[in-house]
T-cell receptor, first 116, second 114 residues
Framework: AQKITQTQPGMFVQEKEAVTLDCTYDTSDPSYGLFWYKQPSSGEMIFLIYQGSYDQQNATEGRYSLNFQKARKSANLVISASQLGDSAMYFCAIKDLNQAGTALIFGKGTTLSVSS | DTEVTQTPKHLVMGMTNKKSLKCEQHMGHRAMYWYKQKAKKPPELMFVYSYEKLSINESVPSRFSPECPNSSLLNLHLHALQPEDSALYLC?????????????FGDGTRLSIL
């Protein structure tokens, strides 16, 4: 079975600072994908970034980067130069890429608060 | 604006009412999903449709009835709901059920059961 652990219920950061949101995972599948989503208070889940288990390089998307450490089974999200609009709940999720029909497994989430 | 459109955005209904939630996407995605999310919790998968056929039902009570009339539309029919069914209901779609393509979510419907 797959599992995602996000140990930080809440994180606080000032504008323009970088912040790291932790995510560790557990899976026995050799081929898997890791996803990060942002959910503002309005409710929509916004896809941020993806990392495949066989990807050699860490994924980056604008101000978002993923610090993927496969041996440690961690996939931390790094947000550079935080903005007030980054305040939201962030979910890490894992998906088995080998089996049909498997769903996204989400962690409990981390609430990020950015202050001016 | 998201590319997955959900209506209505808010719904208040009594326990004896029948209502439907609607979800539409025009990205050509062949997999569509319903999730239930309680406040400050992660989304919980309810149903998965792949090529308009139900492929996963996560032991959801029969008072929730999904329907996929065509590849762009996904409905969730509600009947005789309980107060504990009050939640945010999220629809998502992806290119297909397998693979590494991300799921794209709608804004959700906030459902309150009186």
């Amino acid at each position: 079975a797959q599992k995602i652990t996000q140990t930080q219920p809440g994180m606080f950061v000032q504008e323009k600072e970088a912040v790291t949101l932790d995510c560790t995972y557990d899976t026995s599948d050799p081929s898997y994908g890791l996803f990060w989503y942002k959910q503002p208070s309005s409710g929509e889940m916004i896809f941020l970034i993806y990392q495949g288990s066989y990807d050699q390089q860490n994924a980056t998307e604008g101000r978002y980067s993923l610090n993927f450490q496969k041996a440690r089974k961690s996939a931390n999200l790094v947000i550079s130069a935080s903005q007030l609009g980054d305040s939201a709940m962030y979910f890490c999720a894992i998906k088995d890429l080998n089996q049909a029909g498997t769903a996204l497994i989400f962690g409990k989430g981390t609430t990020l608060s950015v202050s001016s | 604006d998201t590319e997955v459109t959900q209506t209505p955005k808010h719904l208040v209904m009594g326990m004896t009412n029948k209502k439907s939630l609607k979800c539409e996407q025009h990205m050509g995605h062949r997999a569509m999903y319903w999730y239930k999310q309680k406040a400050k919790k992660p989304p919980e998968l309810m149903f998965v449709y792949s090529y308009e056929k139900l492929s996963i039902n996560e032991s959801v009570p029969s008072r929730f009835s999904p329907e996929c009339p065509n590849s762009s539309l996904l409905n969730l029919h509600l009947h005789a709901l309980q107060p504990e069914d009050s939640a945010l209901y999220l629809c998502a779609s992806s290119q297909d059920r397998e693979g590494n393509q991300p799921q794209h979510f709608g804004d959700g419907t906030r459902l309150s059961i009186l």
